[in-house]
């Protein structure tokens, strides 16, 4: 019996390759999963939280840098970027066969339930999304509320959930969130000392 395989056309390597930019690059991802151009304010951002995935990212003395503090008007983007990054993230993780576990903090807990929502939505309904990370799966049957979600894992035995998400002064002290932590919109110093001392990742903070 022979089998003849004829060459990919030009078409499905471009795509090919597409993909693959997009899975290294957080910038190409943004355009290409979610449609949008990185205006000049957010360029700094955007490479130095593609840096931070990659363990690139350095500080003024030259030393591996793990947190990254994003300082900015309201209405610059800050939000939108650090979600697209969670999820984009969370794709690397698996791609790398390891299982992201994500703290989602802010002010409130309501708003960090609207914030960890934001993300699960992209990495259940975006079909760009799917194209770039078909890996990533749901599981919903381990969980898949609001404010807590997994997906499926290479280890189903991990108590952590993929995402999980709290208010400042919410029950967050039993989790550690050992790939990323953000922490959005911060009302004061000393939240954001105690959010950082809770896991041990690699914390995206704004």
Not at 82 to 110: C, F, H, N
């Amino acid at each position: 019996v022979v089998f003849c395989m004829s060459e990919p056309s030009a078409e499905l390597l471009d795509e090919a390759r597409r993909l693959a930019r997009c899975r290294d690059s957080f910038n190409d991802y943004i355009q290409e999963v979610h449609g949008w151009r990185v205006r000049p304010h957010q360029e700094a951002w955007v490479a130095a939280l593609d840096a931070l995935a990659k363990g690139t990212l350095l500080d003024s003395e030259g030393h591996v840098a793990y947190r990254i503090l994003i300082l900015a008007p309201p209405a610059s983007g800050k939000t939108s970027i650090l979600l697209q990054y969670t999820a984009w993230l969370i794709g690397r993780e698996v791609l790398s066969k390891r299982d992201p576990q994500v703290g989602m903090l802010s002010y409130s807990e309501d708003v960090a339930r609207e914030r960890s929502v934001a993300v699960r939505n992209i990495i259940e309904h975006k079909d760009t999304y799917h194209l770039v990370f078909n890996a990533v799966k749901p599981a919903k049957a381990d969980g898949w509320a609001e404010g807590s979600w997994y997906i499926q894992r290479r280890d189903r035995g991990t108590a952590n959930p993929t995402l999980r998400s709290a208010g400042m002064e919410g029950a967050i002290l039993s989790y550690r969130f050992t790939t990323l932590i953000v922490v959005d919109d911060p009302h004061n110093p000393q939240q954001l000392g105690r959010a950082i001392k809770t896991g041990f990742g690699l914390p995206g903070i704004a």
